[in-house]
Nanobody, 125 residues
Framework: DVQLQASGGGLVQTGGSLRLSCAAS????????IGWFRQAPGKEREGVSS????????YYTDSVKGRFTISSDKAKKMWYLQMNSLKVEDTADYYC??????????????????WGQGTLVTVSS
């Protein structure tokens, strides 16, 4: 079974940084994309960033461009989301997900087949 484990959340002040990690096991897809999503209380799950395994292309939603960086260590099946200049509105549960056989990065949640559990990021003012 494909399993994803997100970690690295926590409490940080406005302007601070966190690095989220996503560890995967049980899959050996040659092509896939990894996505990071977030869901704040009472809101829809929102795509934040995505990276393609085939060419390393990335995508960021507008609200995090210039602040967040997605990266990967494919050999270790680890993916990361470096979050800098955090804002109160970044507070949410953050999830990683994988979309097998997809080559272009995407933040559409309907593309993703496998999801990890959330890791909570709380940004205080």
């Amino acid at each position: 079974d494909v399993q994803l484990q997100a970690s690295g959340g926590g409490l940080v002040q406005t302007g601070g940084s966190l690095r989220l990690s996503c560890a995967a096991s049980g899959f050996s897809f040659d092509q896939y994309v990894i996505g990071w999503f977030r869901q704040a209380p009472g809101k829809e799950r929102e795509g934040v960033s995505s990276i393609s395994s085939s060419d390393g292309n990335t995508y960021y939603t507008d609200s995090v461009k210039g602040r967040f960086t997605i990266s990967s260590d494919k050999a270790k099946k680890m993916w990361y989301l470096q979050m800098n200049s955090l804002k109160v509105e970044d507070t949410a549960d953050y999830y990683c997900a994988v979309a097998p056989f997809v080559t272009s990065p995407s933040v559409s949640r309907w593309v993703y087949n496998y999801w990890g559990q959330g890791t909570l990021v709380t940004v205080s003012s």
